[in-house]
Protein backbone atom coordinates (compact mmCIF):
# COMPACT_ATOMS: atom_id res chain seq x y z
CA UNK A 1 0.00 0.00 0.00
CA UNK A 2 1.25 3.39 -1.21
CA UNK A 3 1.55 6.06 1.31
CA UNK A 4 -0.83 7.91 -0.47
CA UNK A 5 -3.25 4.95 0.16
CA UNK A 6 -2.57 5.14 4.02
CA UNK A 7 -3.62 8.58 4.11
CA UNK A 8 -6.11 8.06 2.34
CA UNK A 9 -7.62 5.09 4.76
CA UNK A 10 -6.96 7.56 7.46
CA UNK A 11 -8.80 10.39 6.72
CA UNK A 12 -11.98 8.10 5.85
CA UNK A 13 -11.09 6.85 9.79
CA UNK A 14 -11.51 10.04 10.87
CA UNK A 15 -14.64 10.92 9.17
CA UNK A 16 -16.56 7.67 10.69
CA UNK A 17 -18.48 7.34 13.55
CA UNK A 18 -16.75 5.42 16.68
CA UNK A 19 -17.21 2.04 17.23
CA UNK A 20 -19.13 3.14 20.53
CA UNK A 21 -20.98 5.24 18.86
CA UNK A 22 -21.72 2.48 16.25
CA UNK A 23 -22.74 0.42 19.33
CA UNK A 24 -24.60 2.70 21.31
CA UNK A 25 -27.18 3.19 17.67
CA UNK A 26 -27.43 -0.15 17.12
CA UNK A 27 -28.45 -0.78 20.56
CA UNK A 28 -31.03 2.23 20.66
CA UNK A 29 -32.23 0.80 16.78
CA UNK A 30 -32.91 -2.71 18.56
CA UNK A 31 -34.95 -1.12 21.54
CA UNK A 32 -37.45 0.88 18.42
CA UNK A 33 -37.34 -2.51 16.53
CA UNK A 34 -39.21 -3.85 19.70
CA UNK A 35 -41.57 -1.59 20.31
CA UNK A 36 -42.48 -1.23 16.77
CA UNK A 37 -43.04 -5.28 16.83
CA UNK A 38 -45.47 -4.78 19.66
CA UNK A 39 -42.92 -4.66 22.90
CA UNK A 40 -43.99 -2.05 25.96
CA UNK A 41 -42.75 1.36 24.65
CA UNK A 42 -42.83 2.24 28.17
CA UNK A 43 -40.44 -0.38 29.27
CA UNK A 44 -38.28 0.25 26.20
CA UNK A 45 -38.31 3.75 27.28
CA UNK A 46 -37.06 2.64 30.47
CA UNK A 47 -34.21 0.25 29.35
CA UNK A 48 -32.38 2.91 27.79
CA UNK A 49 -32.30 5.32 30.82
CA UNK A 50 -31.14 3.13 32.84
CA UNK A 51 -28.60 2.00 30.28
CA UNK A 52 -27.45 5.30 29.59
CA UNK A 53 -28.68 5.03 25.81
CA UNK A 54 -31.83 7.77 26.35
CA UNK A 55 -29.80 10.89 25.33
CA UNK A 56 -28.13 9.21 22.30
CA UNK A 57 -31.83 8.43 21.18
CA UNK A 58 -33.17 10.71 18.33
CA UNK A 59 -36.11 13.11 18.62
CA UNK A 60 -37.93 11.56 16.20
CA UNK A 61 -36.80 7.83 18.20
CA UNK A 62 -37.98 9.68 21.29
CA UNK A 63 -41.33 10.78 20.37
CA UNK A 64 -42.21 7.67 18.38
CA UNK A 65 -41.41 5.83 21.84
CA UNK A 66 -43.44 8.28 23.55
CA UNK A 67 -46.41 8.33 21.21
CA UNK A 68 -49.44 5.65 22.00
CA UNK A 69 -49.54 2.83 19.80
CA UNK A 70 -52.69 3.45 18.52
CA UNK A 71 -51.41 6.92 17.01
CA UNK A 72 -48.50 5.63 15.55
CA UNK A 73 -49.51 2.41 13.51
CA UNK A 74 -48.16 3.44 10.69
CA UNK A 75 -44.70 5.12 12.13
CA UNK A 76 -44.17 1.32 13.54
CA UNK A 77 -44.17 -0.26 10.52
CA UNK A 78 -41.69 2.17 9.38
CA UNK A 79 -39.49 1.78 12.08
CA UNK A 80 -39.70 -2.30 12.14
CA UNK A 81 -37.55 -1.89 8.95
CA UNK A 82 -34.86 -0.74 11.40
CA UNK A 83 -33.69 -4.09 11.61
CA UNK A 84 -32.10 -4.06 8.62
CA UNK A 85 -29.95 -0.47 10.13
CA UNK A 86 -29.40 -3.29 12.55
CA UNK A 87 -27.89 -5.87 10.49
CA UNK A 88 -25.60 -3.37 8.25
CA UNK A 89 -24.21 -1.91 11.52
CA UNK A 90 -23.50 -5.74 13.14
CA UNK A 91 -21.70 -5.96 9.86
CA UNK A 92 -19.26 -2.70 10.18
CA UNK A 93 -18.98 -3.98 13.92
CA UNK A 94 -17.60 -7.62 12.40
CA UNK A 95 -20.40 -9.31 14.49
CA UNK A 96 -21.31 -11.11 11.23
CA UNK A 97 -21.03 -11.89 8.08
CA UNK A 98 -22.57 -12.07 4.62
CA UNK A 99 -21.78 -13.69 1.02
CA UNK A 100 -24.34 -11.45 -0.98
CA UNK A 101 -26.66 -8.35 -0.44
CA UNK A 102 -29.89 -10.28 0.22
CA UNK A 103 -32.91 -10.10 -1.66
CA UNK A 104 -35.73 -10.06 1.66
CA UNK A 105 -35.87 -10.03 5.18
CA UNK A 106 -33.88 -13.86 5.80
CA UNK A 107 -31.07 -12.49 6.25
CA UNK A 108 -32.67 -11.42 9.81
CA UNK A 109 -32.94 -15.26 10.68
CA UNK A 110 -29.25 -14.39 11.72
CA UNK A 111 -29.64 -11.88 13.95
CA UNK A 112 -33.49 -12.89 14.80
CA UNK A 113 -32.59 -13.76 18.76
CA UNK A 114 -30.83 -10.44 19.48
CA UNK A 115 -33.81 -8.66 17.89
CA UNK A 116 -35.95 -10.30 20.42
CA UNK A 117 -33.89 -10.67 23.22
CA UNK A 118 -35.47 -9.03 26.67
CA UNK A 119 -31.93 -7.84 27.56
CA UNK A 120 -30.54 -6.72 24.50
CA UNK A 121 -28.63 -3.78 25.96
CA UNK A 122 -26.60 -7.22 28.10
CA UNK A 123 -25.54 -9.05 24.37
CA UNK A 124 -23.37 -6.02 23.07
CA UNK A 125 -20.42 -4.11 24.54
CA UNK A 126 -20.24 -0.36 24.33
CA UNK A 127 -16.47 -0.19 25.37
CA UNK A 128 -15.09 -3.84 23.26
CA UNK A 129 -16.42 -2.81 19.94
CA UNK A 130 -14.25 -3.04 17.09
CA UNK A 131 -14.61 -1.58 13.11
CA UNK A 132 -13.76 -3.74 9.46
CA UNK A 133 -11.05 -2.67 8.12
CA UNK A 134 -11.99 0.98 6.95
CA UNK A 135 -11.77 0.13 2.72
CA UNK A 136 -14.14 -2.86 3.38
CA UNK A 137 -16.88 -0.38 4.75
CA UNK A 138 -16.51 2.62 2.41
CA UNK A 139 -16.59 -0.29 -0.62
CA UNK A 140 -19.83 -1.28 0.95
CA UNK A 141 -21.20 1.73 1.18
CA UNK A 142 -20.39 2.18 -2.49
CA UNK A 143 -21.75 -0.61 -3.81
CA UNK A 144 -25.26 -0.22 -1.66
CA UNK A 145 -25.12 3.68 -2.84
CA UNK A 146 -25.27 2.43 -6.75
CA UNK A 147 -27.98 -0.33 -5.69
CA UNK A 148 -29.81 2.38 -3.90
CA UNK A 149 -29.56 4.76 -6.94
CA UNK A 150 -30.85 1.79 -9.06
CA UNK A 151 -33.63 1.10 -7.23
CA UNK A 152 -34.93 4.53 -7.51
CA UNK A 153 -34.31 4.96 -11.01
CA UNK A 154 -36.33 1.60 -11.47
CA UNK A 155 -39.30 3.02 -9.37
CA UNK A 156 -39.39 6.49 -10.52
CA UNK A 157 -39.30 5.07 -14.37
CA UNK A 158 -41.91 2.30 -13.36
CA UNK A 159 -39.07 -0.52 -13.71
CA UNK A 160 -38.65 -3.62 -11.76
CA UNK A 161 -36.13 -2.81 -9.20
CA UNK A 162 -32.03 -4.90 -10.24
CA UNK A 163 -31.54 -8.36 -9.63
CA UNK A 164 -35.00 -8.00 -7.19
CA UNK A 165 -33.47 -5.97 -4.21
CA UNK A 166 -35.99 -5.46 -2.09
CA UNK A 167 -36.15 -1.54 -1.94
CA UNK A 168 -36.56 -1.08 2.11
CA UNK A 169 -33.73 -3.46 2.78
CA UNK A 170 -30.82 -1.72 0.72
CA UNK A 171 -32.60 1.76 1.75
CA UNK A 172 -31.93 0.67 5.22
CA UNK A 173 -28.61 -0.33 4.50
CA UNK A 174 -27.66 2.99 2.58
CA UNK A 175 -28.93 5.18 5.62
CA UNK A 176 -26.99 3.06 8.40
CA UNK A 177 -23.74 3.21 6.04
CA UNK A 178 -24.22 6.91 5.31
CA UNK A 179 -24.94 7.89 9.07
CA UNK A 180 -21.66 5.72 9.78
CA UNK A 181 -19.36 7.97 7.25
CA UNK A 182 -21.02 11.48 8.40
CA UNK A 183 -19.64 12.33 11.78
CA UNK A 184 -21.59 15.43 12.03
CA UNK A 185 -24.74 13.68 11.01
CA UNK A 186 -27.35 13.56 13.22
CA UNK A 187 -29.45 9.84 12.86
CA UNK A 188 -32.80 11.72 12.14
CA UNK A 189 -31.48 13.63 9.54
CA UNK A 190 -29.48 11.63 6.92
CA UNK A 191 -29.64 12.25 3.14
CA UNK A 192 -29.77 9.15 1.38
CA UNK A 193 -29.86 11.02 -2.37
CA UNK A 194 -27.41 9.61 -4.90
Request: hydrophobic fraction near 35%.
Amino acid sequence: MTPENNSSLDDMQNKMKTPQEITKRVLILIGVFQAATGRNKETIINLLKENHLWSNVSDLEKKFLETSDEESKFISMQYSWRAEAVYILLWVLNKLDFDEIPKNENNLDQISELLKADDFFKILDINNSQLRYVDEIYNKLEEIGRLNWEIRDALINKKEPPNDYHPSIIYEWHYALNWLTKPNEEWDYIATDT
